[in-house]
């Protein structure tokens, strides 16, 4: 009876042990599957952490990279002067060359942000500060183009005045040939009217004098005798056809002396009596004096004096 008790006693033990056992191993396999769940959560949040820093990091450095475009293209257009009254032709190409460059620097830092929000986008993380700096950014790069856009503008407003100016310029030179072909020919003109003016106005005021006695004068073809009755009373006078070679040609505007140096003089062409005179000079007439050209000249432009 002992021994019966005793087997039984045995059995139980050895199934308590083993449902004890058993219970162990079920609650060891269940720590070791929440163990390698939390393992393979720790891996991954580790993963995206990885990929959240390698993430800023670029984005981070990007951001640096379009910021420092950006204030270049500020401080390089502060630095353009569009003035259409100085500047050469290589000044010109070097501002065209800072627009080109500043106009695709703008479009490489629009690309890199579109880059950047899809990078964002994609990568399913949420970064606000960052969504609002590519916003900031935008606003920039937009703000910049428009200005580069005016800056383009202005540019070609003045190329189109400098080429309305260099028209004009063009159309004024080829008027001016024609001007000045104009006023070469007048100038000619009034040139040949001017030398035919003094050439009448010369040959108006031309005139001639001669002196000399009666007989010089007579032997010369100046004077002769006329009139009288068998050879008294006959009137010395200059002849019709008188030899003009004998004369001295002068201009009567600038010649109102002529020299005698006689002891008697008188005139025998005819002349008002008020527009000359003989002066006399240590009982000498030494010259005739015009005193009034107009006058004396009026009736005739020969002057002939018979001396003594």
Do not use: C
């Given at each position: 009876?002992?021994?019966?008790?005793?087997?039984?006693?045995?059995?139980i033990v050895i199934g308590l042990f083993a449902v004890v056992v058993?219970?162990?191993?079920?609650?060891?396999?269940?720590?070791?599957?929440?163990?390698?769940e939390l393992s393979n959560q720790n891996a991954d949040l580790n993963?995206?952490?990885?990929?959240?820093?390698?993430?800023?990091?670029?984005?981070?450095?990007?951001?640096?990279?379009?910021?420092?475009?950006?204030?270049?293209?500020?401080?390089?257009?502060?630095?353009?002067?569009?003035?259409?009254?100085?500047?050469?032709?290589?000044?010109?190409?070097?501002?065209?060359?800072?627009?080109?460059?500043?106009?695709?620097?703008?479009?490489?830092?629009?690309?890199?942000?579109?880059?950047?929000?899809?990078?964002?986008?994609?990568?399913?993380?949420?970064?606000?500060?960052?969504?609002?700096?590519?916003?900031?950014?935008?606003?920039?790069?937009?703000?910049?183009?428009?200005?580069?856009?005016?800056?383009?503008?202005?540019?070609?407003?003045?190329?189109?005045?400098?080429?309305?100016?260099?028209?004009?310029?063009?159309?004024?030179?080829?008027?001016?040939?024609?001007?000045?072909?104009?006023?070469?020919?007048?100038?000619?003109?009034?040139?040949?009217?001017?030398?035919?003016?003094?050439?009448?106005?010369?040959?108006?005021?031309?005139?001639?004098?001669?002196?000399?006695?009666?007989?010089?004068?007579?032997?010369?073809?100046?004077?002769?005798?006329?009139?009288?009755?068998?050879?008294?009373?006959?009137?010395?006078?200059?002849?019709?056809d008188f030899n003009e070679t004998y004369f001295t040609e002068l201009?009567?505007?600038?010649?109102?002396?002529?020299?005698?140096?006689?002891?008697?003089?008188?005139?025998?062409?005819?002349?008002?009596?008020?527009?000359?005179?003989?002066?006399?000079?240590?009982?000498?007439?030494?010259?005739?004096?015009?005193?009034?050209?107009?006058?004396?000249?009026?009736?005739?432009?020969?002057?002939?004096?018979?001396?003594?």
């Amino acid at each position: 009876m002992k021994t019966e008790k005793n087997a039984m006693l045995k059995w139980i033990v050895i199934g308590l042990f083993a449902v004890v056992v058993v219970i162990a191993g079920i609650v060891i396999y269940n720590n070791e599957s929440q163990i390698d769940e939390l393992s393979n959560q720790n891996a991954d949040l580790n993963m995206s952490i990885q990929e959240r820093d390698s993430l800023v990091n670029e984005m981070s450095s990007t951001f640096d990279e379009i910021e420092e475009n950006l204030t270049f293209i500020r401080e390089k257009r502060s630095q353009l002067v569009l003035d259409q009254s100085e500047g050469t032709e290589d000044q010109k190409k070097a501002l065209v060359a800072d627009i080109k460059l500043m106009n695709e620097m703008l479009e490489e830092s629009s690309k890199k942000i579109d880059e950047l929000e899809q990078q964002l986008k994609s990568s399913g993380i949420e970064i606000k500060s960052f969504r609002n700096k590519i916003a900031k950014l935008n606003e920039n790069i937009l703000e910049q183009d428009k200005n580069i856009q005016l800056l383009k503008t202005e540019l070609e407003q003045r190329d189109y005045q400098i080429a309305e100016m260099d028209l004009q310029i063009e159309k004024m030179d080829s008027q001016m040939v024609v001007l000045e072909t104009d006023l070469a020919v007048k100038v000619d003109s009034i040139h040949k009217a001017n030398n035919i003016i003094s050439e009448q106005d010369s040959e108006l005021n031309k005139a001639f004098f001669a002196s000399g006695s009666f007989d010089e004068l007579a032997q010369n073809g100046v004077l002769t005798k006329e009139g009288g009755f068998l050879g008294i009373g006959k009137s010395k006078t200059i002849k019709e056809d008188f030899n003009e070679t004998y004369f001295t040609e002068l201009d009567r505007r600038n010649t109102n002396y002529f020299p005698l140096f006689v002891k008697k003089a008188k005139i025998i062409t005819e002349h008002p009596d008020s527009s000359f005179r003989f002066i006399e000079e240590d009982n000498l007439i030494t010259y005739l004096e015009i005193e009034n050209p107009e006058e004396f000249w009026k009736l005739s432009k020969y002057a002939v004096v018979e001396t003594k």
